[in-house]
């Protein structure tokens, strides 16, 4: 999970070219690409838990 706008690229990243996320047994179809992010930085809500 990604709190800041580099986390969520790197695990978008990783995803794409499968080194930091297993595989997912008894699925056939082809890896589900992750989807694009928009053009500007990524902002955090403020949510605090």
């Not at 990783?14 to 997912?24: A, H, L, N, Q």
């Not at 008894?26 to 992010?37: H, I, K, N, S, T």
Request: without cysteine; glycine residues 10%; charged residues 35%.
């Amino acid at each position: 999970m990604g709190r800041s706008h580099e986390e969520i690229e790197a695990a978008r990243r990783d995803w794409m070219e499968s080194t930091r996320f297993g595989e997912v047994q008894g699925y056939d179809g082809a890896r589900l690409p992750a989807p694009e992010l928009p053009p500007v930085a990524l902002k955090p809500r403020g949510r605090v838990r």
